[in-house]
RNA sequence: GGCCCCGUAGCUCAGUUGGAUAGAGCAACGGAUUCCUAAUCCGUAGGUCGCAGGUUCGAAUCCUGCCGGGGUCGCCA
């Protein structure tokens, strides 16, 4: 790819010069005890002010500082204040508020930024910060018993966007999927897929029972064996056919996922299968590795207040000490069948993940395992020896309905809303982008009339109009005969670029590498897309003054090559933040509209 | 009952890890056709940030307790 950004833009300066400064200061007062240089580090921020009235850039250096090393915090601003401008583009500075230091930047300091944008392209934004430290995201990971349901897209979208985000922040990422190919939710898709064997081989008339998975696309499966074996299962005992029908089962139920999968553009690097592991002693390993740390024994656990009375019988197993670690309670690790919990099976996963490397896991699960994330990490903690982390990110489930009406789900699809379905309709630029416009552990209600309504009521189709509107201006640059051959680098004077309009716009792509670092960071890929809302809306803005009202303001002005040539810069930064924007959500920049 | 998530404008949601007078979009109302794409823009109006305490220079954000909604609770995954 490319290397990631070392330009030094404006904001690394400016922040050099604000320490410096402050060092100066707290040498000269009375009490400069404490770890305040530390804070200086830490707690110090530099960040444009909510009202763009107080200026470019503001710092909380002086309230963070100032009773630390025994000033007032008003007069630390007013000597920081006064230090300040005259170097890194800073034109003034102004203390306000209880400790504010407001500053204004020359609009010049952004122009290297807006270079640096347009060099980038979609790769402006890219950091180091990461380090390339191996970070493991784990998403979907859904059951191989049938197609994907938007639930599980949402977390497909979640996951993928969020290792797309860390890779572009510099870390080193693996996307995985873990296969629960062992259990007894496989041997019902076995006996399901036999149901359906009995009905195409014609001895079976009734659709499949209790416990049995209804989706028809089990037929075809079911179809496919028949034809192989010429229905000597028909009759036999389960024991002849269990194991080849679970085979076929998990192999073509994979296949289904990985086909709703590839409809969203997502590709995994890694799969596990559960029952890899436990065939090659994984668990058996890991759970050894818990007992000779004396984090086992069989016990009997008391009674779940959920669990009803009557089914209930205290009986001894064999349980990990995960209230040491943070659960509230030892946690079972063998079935009254002799089998492993599932439980176990998730720790010698995930001490898998941290034996091969990754001391950073992060694991994207739907809301339903909301109560599961305590243990595992216990458990992760104690196999690694608080060595490595694990992240949990919950999805909350999706509603999908069309004009505000639940959507019927049909039983050809084993009642529910397939992923497919949806994108059939809707594309997977409109879902990707709709899922990553919520924060992840807030409900989602998703309308499928709202979804194709292309309007500025739905951003996708705002912020792509914003990228294709760019690219319109730059394919009519040759129509005009006085703007043939212009250069836009070379002929441009960015200085030129005064409204403040445009210098907002220049400030955001400036400010753009540091929001990527600040939602990687947080582990927060929404965060991008609502950045990128925000940066169309001022394109827009600027764009439409110009076509109204203002003229003056348009990019393309034939009789003032100059300008027209910072204006397109300026417009060809936008882009960049755009694409690399939208290439981290893993939407399409349409080039235009139609 | 325990644990997890949520509660911000009429509706749907943001809120830069504790910052200044809490922001967008939708819906409502009023505007922009000499235009590089009107899939756009400008304006008006809308708030006890669920409630009550606490922590400090400063709380929608952190801690405690309530209220309300959702999820979950051995031998499913």
Known sequence: MTAP??????????RRHIEEAVRRIVSTSAAPDGDWEQLLQRAVTLSPPRDPAHGDLATNASLVLA??????????????????????????????????????IAPSAWIPALREAVAAGADYGRSAMGGAIPVNVEFVSANPTGPLHVGHGRGAVLGDAMAALLAFAGFDVTREYYINDAGGQIDQLARSIHHRYRMAAGVEDSSPGEGLYPGEYLAPVAEGELAADGGEAVAAAEDAWLERFREAGIREMMKLIDRDLERLGIRFDVFVSERDLRDAGRVDKAVAVLKRRDLVYTGVPPRPKGAAEETWEPRPQLLF??????????????????????????????????????????????????????????????????????????????????????????????????????????????????????????????????????????????????????????????????LQGLDVHAESDPTILADPREVALMREVALWPEQVEAAARAREPHRIAFQLSELAARYHAL????????????????????????????????????????????????????
């Open 543 to 594: 764009w439409t003054a110009g076509a109204r009202g203002e003229p003056s303001l348009r990019t393309l002005l034939p009789g003032d090559r100059p300008r027209t040539a910072a204006r397109l810069l300026l417009a060809d930064a936008v882009r960049a933040v755009l694409r690399a924007g939208l290439s981290i959500l893993g939407v399409t920049p349409a080039e235009e509209m139609r």
């Open 321 to 482: 000490r995960a209230s040491r670690f943070g659960d509230d309670a030892d946690r079972p690790l063998r079935r009254a069948n002799g089998e492993w919990t599932y439980f176990a099976g998730d720790l010698a996963y995930h001490f898998d993940k941290y034996r091969r490397g990754f001391r950073q896991q992060i694991d994207v699960w739907g809301a339903d395992h909301g109560g599961y994330a305590k243990r595992v990490r216990a458990g992760l903690s104690a196999l690694s020896e608080d060595a490595a982390g694990l992240d949990v990110k919950f999805c909350q489930l999706v509603r999908v309905t069309r004009a505000g009406q639940p959507v019927r789900m049909s039983k050809r699809d084993g009642n529910i809303v397939t992923l497919e379905s949806v994108l059939r309709e809707v594309g997977p630029d409109v879902f990707r982008f709709l899922m990553l416009m919520r924060r992840p552990d807030a409900p989602l209600d998703f309308d499928l009339l709202e979804a194709v309504r292309q309007s500025k009521d739905n951003p996708v189709y705002y912020v792509q109009y914003a990228h294709a509107r760019i690219c319109s201006v730059f394919r009519r640059v040759e129509e005009h005969g006085e």
């Open 5 to 14: 950004a070392t330009g030094d833009g404006p904001l690394p300066a400016v």
């Open 67 to 104: 009773k630390r090393v025994g000033m007032d915090p008003r007069a630390f601003a007013g000597r920081l204040a006064d230090a300040l401008p005259g170097v890194a583009g800073i034109m003034s500075a102004e203390p306000a508020g209880p400790g504010f230091v407001n500053l204004r």
